[in-house]
């Protein structure tokens, strides 16, 4: 059966409504390209709902399900993350760290690159910041990242790999605390460039294996 294209009509409550949970910056607005394609994931989810040969036992699987394909589909540049999901989508703080953290578990590749890549650009930033300091004071003092939870455990990883090959390799990270759904960590600042050279290494074998 050939494809067939209808026309939806939305009143400005649900456009409000939409842009308010699913826009991809903090101005609530999206495109008419971006109401289609959430509207085409809108329908398509009612279907396989209904019709569809899977049945969700609980209301929180049927949302994982249709926030893995908003995620895939829409909100392709972002991590899921809690703060959204609680601020934005109106799930309650408990639910939201729960679907939050089972979609970080299912990331693809690309999903991980992206984490990687966030935090290498955090990396940098801070190289930057730190690039006029002396000897000792980079030895001696750390710097802010501020990582979203998928990064903040590619961080962990890679001080595992540093560590086992040689213990005195890189100093203990420290988490000072969370700024929203994001993670405040600090890092000795003498440490960004092995991290760097590691997070390197990583981004490359994932990118190949995509």
Do not use: C
């Not at 109401?35 to 994982?64: C, H, K, Q």
């Not at 760290?97 to 650009?121: D, F, G, H």
């Not at 990883?157 to 994001?182: C, K, Q, W, Y």
Request: charged share 30%; aromatic share 6%.
């Amino acid at each position: 059966m050939e494809e067939k294209t209808f026309s939806v009509t939305l009143v400005p409550d649900q456009i409000n409504a939409l842009a308010r949970a699913l826009s991809r910056t903090e101005v609530y607005e999206l495109s008419d390209e971006e109401l289609e394609a959430l509207i085409s994931v809108a329908v398509r989810n009612w279907i396989d709902t209904l019709l569809g040969p899977r049945r969700f036992r609980t209301m929180t699987e049927l949302y994982v399900a249709w926030l893995r394909d908003v995620y895939t589909r829409h909100l392709t540049d972002e991590e899921p993350n809690e703060g959204r999901l609680f601020t934005r989508l109106g799930f309650s703080y408990g639910q939201s760290s729960y679907i939050a953290r089972v979609l970080l578990m299912e990331q693809p590749l690309t999903s991980r690159r992206r984490s990687i890549a966030n935090l290498q650009q955090a990396l940098l930033e801070a190289k930057e910041k730190v690039k006029d300091w002396e000897k000792k004071r980079l030895e001696e003092e750390r710097v802010k990242l501020v990582l979203s939870k998928a990064s903040h455990k590619e961080l962990d990883a890679i001080m595992d790999v540093l560590t086992m090959r040689r213990v005195d390799a890189v100093h203990p990270t420290r988490t000072e605390g969370n700024l929203g759904s994001f993670r405040v960590v600090l890092v000795i600042a003498a440490d960004l460039e092995p991290l760097l050279d590691e997070v390197g290494k990583l981004l490359k074998l994932v990118s190949a294996g995509e």
